[in-house]
Antibody, heavy 118, light 106 residues
Framework: QVQLQESGPGLVKPSGTLSLTCAVS?????????WTWVRQSPGKGLEWIGE???????NHNSSLRSRVTMSVDKSNNQFSLKMNSVTAADTAMYYC???????????WGQGTLVTVSS | IVLTQSPVTLTSSPGERATLSCRAS??????LAWYQQRPGQSPRLLIY???YRATGIPARFSGSGSGTDFTLIINTLEPEDFAVYYC??????????FGGGTRVEI
């Protein structure tokens, strides 16, 4: 079955860059799906960050656009998120997911907690 | 487009029926999904396109609605159904938003 697994540093310093990778297994990253990132601050709701297609096309949450870069690594069947100039407000659980029919997120990773602190 | 979920908290008992609401500030057609998030777990897709159950979702979950008013019904609550539920729209692709969530508690 399709599985997604996030990885990356759990601690990032303020003003630094958050870098996460989502490894996809059981499906090709080159399939007709977008691949997305969602985060959840402690005790809060879900916030969409953005998505990437295997061609490199991206869509972003406009509130985060200036700080976010997403990319695809087809050779390793994975996609990545970079967020610069992080602050404590970026402390959250970060999830990657597959987009179904362009609209809903049907397969989710287990999430990875990123804490922004000095 | 803003999604408002109600109630914020729903207190119910196993075996009862739960009705959750999601209201959009503008029409989203049927571009609406529902997710369940159990404590300490990732969200799980329950319903997409307003009324279609995702793969492996039990029949006690049903979604309905179109335009601005949507409902998720959980018939005969099971102990594992006590969780937080989110709605999400994608009417004006690529923009997307989630509702604030409804907690279903015992």
């Amino acid at each position: 079955q399709v599985q997604l697994q996030e990885s990356g540093p759990g601690l990032v310093k303020p003003s630094g860059t958050l870098s996460l990778t989502c490894a996809v297994s059981g499906a090709s990253i080159k399939s007709d799906n977008w691949w997305t990132w969602v985060r959840q601050s402690p005790g809060k709701g879900l916030e969409w960050i953005g998505e990437v297609y295997h061609t490199g096309a991206t869509n972003h949450n406009s509130s985060l656009r200036s700080r976010v870069t997403m990319s695809v690594d087809k050779s390793n069947n994975q996609f990545s998120l970079k967020m610069n100039s992080v602050t404590a407000a970026d402390t959250a659980m970060y999830y990657c997911a597959r987009v179904l029919n362009y609209n809903a997120f049907d397969i989710w990773g287990q999430g990875t907690l990123v804490t922004v602190s000095s | 487009i803003v999604l408002t979920q109600s109630p914020v908290t729903l207190t119910s008992s196993p075996g009862e029926r739960a009705t959750l609401s999601c209201r959009a500030s503008q029409s989203v057609g049927t571009f609406l999904a529902w997710y369940q998030q159990r404590p300490g777990q990732s969200p799980r897709l329950l319903i997409y396109d307003a009324s279609y159950r995702a793969t492996g979702i039990p029949a006690r979950f049903s979604g309905s609605g179109s335009g601005t008013d949507f409902t998720l019904i959980i018939n005969t609550l099971e102990p594992e159904d006590f969780a937080v539920y989110y709605c999400q729209h994608r009417r004006d692709w690529p923009r997307l938003a989630f509702g604030g969530g409804t907690r279903v508690e015992i």
